[in-house]
């Protein structure tokens, strides 16, 4: 029997459901990239806030392409079960705060007429680092940003919005960004000056782009943890997740509108989220990619196997204490030590088996605010981080195709690089003023010597 509305009253007691009236609340948010991540942690802190008290908060979940997330959902009304793993065992939930799903190329007017609704307040995006489509050196790439992307969206949105004197909209960023929100506005506004010059003033006057931090650990679903959720259930869920009980949203108290109380079921709300966005990005995120490509080098195939692995520990723990906790301004009250304790324990996890290669994906996109910025903020003081530097030995060994298929928006720039440059030229082809991977990060000769002879 499938999960749908019709079918909670066969789901067992013990098993929490949606508690409050689903059919009597609206859609207020709009949030495209409706994956795992998103059904684990915001969309579950918005079913949290609808449970406690009133208010039309039902997201619309959007796919820009694929229709497998559409196609799990729509069957079962929008609903699925969020289990969280740990060695204690299973404890399962049914989140009702996802209203449909809809895939944006397929049902354009839908998803405009959504985005232009009055009642919409909110816009936010777990569409992972490429989907901001940004060039190298984080200007907006209008080859595809002009192809399938929200500017476009959003765009039409905001037109109709200001032509019918509706008030403006909260974009917010869930994504591994720093200063996501920062980002956003500044390529959304970058997007209007080439398409729509006249809406320029109209979104920076009436909309706000808060950023946020997020933080839980959420790996692919797979065909075993449907079959033991049914189990569990006695209902079929083909949209489920899985995740560990740790989770954490830090959201910066800026929006144009009305919004959810997430504040009074975890999440924290403040006029600074950097500090915690760093700390991720650098501590949970940078280690989380070593583990990656130097576990996958190893044969390792997920997280809690990797960080059992004595020399990858020991490598995880230098990158997090020595070279990106130290590289940090700490807001107060952060204990960057106990969190890089709390991080380890959560890699340990033995119930989560969080694939090493799902991890690895979109590197290009992820290692410059997870390990460059470590990189230039400790050359900065005179200090190297060799741990990070092995790191990107392994990524470079990855994106040869070491681990097989590359699974990375450059994917065939990064190939043809290393064909011109091979092992001895590829780290200064990548990381050197000019490259393809320029920061603010400058490799000193030993640097390069110390990648190239990992690889």
Not at 115 to 124: C, F, R
Not at 129 to 138: I, L, N, S
Not at 144 to 154: E, F, Q, T, W
Request: with cysteine; charged share 20%.
């Amino acid at each position: 029997m499938r999960l749908s509305d019709a079918n909670l009253a066969h789901l067992p007691v013990t098993v929490t459901q949606p508690a409050y009236d689903r059919s009597a609340r609206g859609i207020g948010i709009v949030h495209f990239g409706i994956g795992a991540f998103h059904r684990a942690h915001q969309a579950a802190y918005t079913d949290d806030a609808m449970a406690a008290e009133s208010g039309d908060w039902r997201i619309l979940g959007v796919s820009l392409r694929s229709g497998n997330v559409r196609d799990q959902m729509r069957p079962q009304d929008g609903l699925y079960a969020l289990v969280e793993q740990s060695a204690d065992g299973s404890k399962v939930r049914f989140i009702g705060s996802v209203a449909d799903v809809i895939v944006a190329a397929e049902e354009r007017d839908r998803l405009i007429a959504a985005l232009a609704n009055p009642t919409t307040h909110i816009v936010s995006f777990t569409i992972t680092e490429k989907g901001y489509c940004r060039a190298p050196d984080g200007a907006i790439d209008f080859d595809v940003a002009d192809n399938i992307s929200v500017y476009a969206y959003l765009a039409e949105a905001f037109r109709r919005r200001r032509e019918a004197g509706s008030p403006g909209l909260t974009l917010m960023s869930c994504d591994n960004l720093a200063g996501n929100g920062a980002q956003l506005k500044r390529l959304m506004i970058a997007y209007l000056h080439r398409h729509a010059p006249e809406l320029v003033s109209w979104f920076e006057e009436k909309c706000a782009c808060p950023s946020t931090m997020v933080d839980r650990i959420v790996p692919a679903t797979t065909e075993a943890d449907r079959t033991r959720t049914e189990a569990l259930t006695g209902l079929r869920d083909d949209a489920m997740v899985v995740t560990e009980p740790f989770s954490q949203w830090v959201i910066e108290d800026n929006f144009a509108g009305p919004r959810p109380a997430w504040e009074k079921h975890g999440a924290l709300m403040t006029s600074n989220v950097h500090a915690y966005e760093e700390a991720k990005l650098r501590l949970l995120n940078g280690a989380h990619s070593a583990l990656a490509y130097l576990g996958l080098k190893r044969g390792h195939e997920f997280v809690h196997q990797a960080i059992a692995d004595p020399e990858l520990a020991a490598l995880a723990n230098t990158l997090m204490r020595d070279e990106a906790a130290t590289s940090l301004e700490h807001a107060p009250g952060q204990d960057l030590n106990a969190y890089a304790d709390a991080l380890i324990a959560r890699f340990r996890n033995p119930a989560l088996n969080h694939r090493l290669i799902q991890i690895a994906m979109d590197g290009s996109q992820k290692i410059p605010q997870r390990w460059l910025a470590t990189l230039a903020s400790q050359q900065a003081k005179g200090k190297r981080c060799p741990s990070i530097l092995t790191a990107i030995s392994g990524w470079l060994c990855h994106i040869r195709g070491d681990n097989g298929f590359v699974d990375d928006p450059l994917a065939e720039i990064l190939k043809a690089t290393w064909s011109q440059a091979g092992a001895h030229g590829i780290s200064a082809a990548l990381f050197t003023a000019g490259g393809i991977m320029g920061s603010n990060w400058t490799p000193s000769e030993a640097d390069l010597l110390e990648i190239e002879r990992q690889l």
